[in-house]
């Protein structure tokens, strides 16, 4: 059974990604079955994109041994995780696939690690000798340049441009547009607000706004 984690606007939008990678594949439509949410969520419409929504616990009780392939379309790095563990805590048996859209430009060469739960929007370009590490999320039309790390669970927000030899710690959070100048390294857990550009190692985990960007928090 395959389902997505989340409902908002951004599952909408990953959705739409995971149709386009079926289409891409030219065999017959494999939908989704279930909109998991959590249960402090309101339901507001129990369909989505003509699929069912429904609560966590309701899924996991009705569903205690499935077979699950999962995709967690959650912008949050921190809720991300929450998520997963989650998951893995109701049932060992979960598939996480990477979902990349077949407009991504990318060195297939063997020269960029994808891992398991990574999602990479549409219009991005990911030059070479790259490392996505699991559930790291690239939202549509960034750039990522030569020889960066980018460490599980961190999202980059979409217009973000990672330089060279740059590397991200886990759970970052790049708000739209940051820039990342090269040969940069960001502290695990890092907020850089929209519109930042950062031009010096973040060694501080905190939220950093502005050109240049500065700690605010
Ligand atoms: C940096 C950020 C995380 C701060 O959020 P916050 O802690 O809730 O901060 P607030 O919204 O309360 O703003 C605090 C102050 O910082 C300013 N500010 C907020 N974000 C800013 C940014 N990215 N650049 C410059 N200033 C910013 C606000 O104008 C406000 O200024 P003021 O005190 O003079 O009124 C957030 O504003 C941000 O940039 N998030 C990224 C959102 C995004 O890109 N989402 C992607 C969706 S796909």
Redesign the pocket.
């Given at each position: 059974m395959k389902v997505f984690f989340g409902a908002s606007g951004?599952a909408k939008e990953i959705y739409w990604l995971y149709k386009r990678q079926q289409q891409a594949k030219q065999q017959p439509f494999d939908d989704i079955e279930y909109f998991i949410v959590s249960d402090d969520e309101i339901i507001s419409s129990h369909l989505l994109k003509d699929i069912k929504v429904i609560h966590e616990s309701v899924f996991f009780n009705k569903f205690k041994k499935v077979d699950l392939i999962a995709y967690i379309a959650i912008?949050s790095p921190e809720i991300r995780k929450v998520i997963f563990n989650k998951v893995l805590n109701w049932n060992n048996n979960v598939n996480f696939p990477s979902l990349v859209d077949p407009s991504v430009i990318m060195d297939n060469d063997g020269a960029i690690k994808i891992g398991q739960g990574a999602i990479i929007c549409a219009g991005n370009i990911i030059t070479t000798d790259i490392i996505i590490d699991d559930f790291v999320h690239i939202?549509i039309d960034c750039t990522i340049g030569h020889d960066v790390k980018i460490a599980s669970f961190s999202t980059l927000?979409?217009g973000c441009h990672i330089s060279g030899n740059v590397n991200i710690g886990h759970s970052v959070?790049c708000?739209?547009?940051a820039v990342i100048l090269e040969e940069i390294s960001i502290a695990n857990n890092t907020?850089i607000?929209?519109?930042?550009v950062v031009t010096k190692d973040i060694s501080v985990t905190g939220?950093y706004?502005?050109i240049p960007a500065k700690r605010?928090?």
């Amino acid at each position: 059974m395959k389902v997505f984690f989340g409902a908002s606007g951004f599952a909408k939008e990953i959705y739409w990604l995971y149709k386009r990678q079926q289409q891409a594949k030219q065999q017959p439509f494999d939908d989704i079955e279930y909109f998991i949410v959590s249960d402090d969520e309101i339901i507001s419409s129990h369909l989505l994109k003509d699929i069912k929504v429904i609560h966590e616990s309701v899924f996991f009780n009705k569903f205690k041994k499935v077979d699950l392939i999962a995709y967690i379309a959650i912008g949050s790095p921190e809720i991300r995780k929450v998520i997963f563990n989650k998951v893995l805590n109701w049932n060992n048996n979960v598939n996480f696939p990477s979902l990349v859209d077949p407009s991504v430009i990318m060195d297939n060469d063997g020269a960029i690690k994808i891992g398991q739960g990574a999602i990479i929007c549409a219009g991005n370009i990911i030059t070479t000798d790259i490392i996505i590490d699991d559930f790291v999320h690239i939202n549509i039309d960034c750039t990522i340049g030569h020889d960066v790390k980018i460490a599980s669970f961190s999202t980059l927000s979409p217009g973000c441009h990672i330089s060279g030899n740059v590397n991200i710690g886990h759970s970052v959070f790049c708000g739209t547009g940051a820039v990342i100048l090269e040969e940069i390294s960001i502290a695990n857990n890092t907020i850089i607000g929209a519109g930042a550009v950062v031009t010096k190692d973040i060694s501080v985990t905190g939220t950093y706004i502005g050109i240049p960007a500065k700690r605010v928090k």
